[in-house]
């Protein structure tokens, strides 16, 4: 992985401009997320990046229980089921608009960044009821921001994430499936394919063979 503060400053800047490009008609856009809008996968992201500054402010006393691929294993809590959507849409719906979910996250993600850039890497942090050290915490929120960046841009016109995240995302889906993942996958493919976000295909089961029922392997 890339020095992780600095990865980190490069996805959520690239995150951040992303979300200040979006105008007002797009912000209603379907994402990647099904079911969620532009609008409200913004405020997740907000939400998100709240919960970045909050990790890193929360020392853990005992040394780290997961890491950065352990964090993403089945069991953790996932941001995509009903009750967190239908809370981040009626929040989403009384921020303004999409222009000031925008700054408000730029604003946090700057945070963030100070924050993690304040403490040394190997540092344990709690999140989420697990305890990883701040080189994997950050590791875990450039994976969300990758992620949802691509799922933002499925159906706006805007680039996709930097090459650096994208590793990052592969990196942690070959931890989880216990080996590489087919070679012919560029980073986008992995990262969709691996979170389930496309299907994988027949020449794929094939080449997977018995870790294609490892799919998806995280969502």
Sequence with gaps: MDEPVELLRQTLGDLAALLESVTEPESWEPTGCAGWSVLDLG????????????????????????????????????????????????????????????????????????????????????????VMTVADDLSSMVVEAAIHHLDLVVRLDRPGPSAEPLAEVRRILAGLLGGPLPSRWDDVTAARRGTGREPLTAEDRAELGPRAAAFPLFG
């Design 43 to 130: 405020f997740h992201l907000l939400e998100d990046a709240h919960r970045a500054l909050v990790d890193l402010a929360t020392p853990a006393d005992g040394p780290p229980d997961t890491d950065a691929v352990g964090y993403w294993r089945p069991g953790r809590p996932s941001p995509h089921d009903g009750d967190d959507l239908w809370s981040a849409r009626v929040a989403a719906s009384v921020q303004g608009g999409i222009a000031r979910v925008a700054r408000r996250h730029r604003e946090a993600a700057a945070a963030v960044v100070v924050a993690a850039g304040r403490l040394g890497m190997q540092d344990a942090v709690r999140s989420q009821g697990a």
